[in-house]
């Protein structure tokens, strides 16, 4: 039934928010389970890659702050993972929110193309020398025409930063890129 006391039928849309409620309540209530049997792993694992004696001491205190930030991390990916499992959370959304948005597929396309030939993950300056679409970019980004770097530049941050939250790294290597060139 529903709050105000009405029973709901079973293609009601509330009724999918009370699950959606009741699963969360569920992980707040396990929370501090969760919390406790996550301490005591990263304790074993800690005293497990810390237990050798021969271990020289300044390696010890070097390490001990990365294996802590790795189990923290490690924590974090794990019950991220273990809350989108228990409340079904799929890809499937991600795919109806693609389908709405099926008029910017080339626009995406243009941008995916765009910044893996400007800005590339898996090449380097050889690499991207050898592309003559990167040598086409660079080519206008040396056009001694007032603006045409401007907007060039202009239209990659826009990419870059548009779709979502953007990756610190090639927000970095962008301005770095634009220092470079003025």
């Known amino acids: 039934s529903t709050p105000d006391g009405r029973i709901s039928t079973p293609g009601d849309p509330r009724q999918g928010l009370l699950k959606d409620r009741i699963k969360q309540d569920l992980l707040e209530l396990s929370k501090p389970i969760y919390v406790e049997l996550m301490g005591k792993i990263k ?9 050798d004696p021969d271990m020289w001491p300044s ?18 990916e794990i019950g991220r993972n ?13 795919e109806q929110l693609h389908n709405k948005y099926a008029i910017l597929k080339p626009l995406y396309s243009f941008r995916a193309f765009v ?11 050889f690499g991207r020398l050898n592309d003559p679409y990167f040598l086409l ?5 040396c056009v001694p025409i ?12 826009l990419m870059l930063v548009l779709p979502g939250p953007p990756d610190e ?3 970095i290597n962008f301005v770095l890129l634009c220092k470079g060139m003025q």
């Open 146 to 157: 007032h603006g045409v770097r401007i907007v060039f530049f202009s239209v990659v941050l």
């Open 43 to 51: 304790t074993f694992l800690r005293d497990a890659i810390f237990s």
């Open 82 to 94: 273990l809350q989108d499992a228990f409340l079904q959370r799929s890809f499937h959304r991600d």
């Open 169 to 171: 790294y090639q927000l």
């Open 115 to 125: 910044l893996y030939h400007y800005l590339p993950f898996d090449k380097m300056l």
């Open 137 to 141: 970019m660079y080519l206008v980004t």
């Open 59 to 76: 390696l010890k205190t070097s390490l001990c702050p990365a294996v802590d930030q790795f189990l923290d991390d490690l924590d974090h």
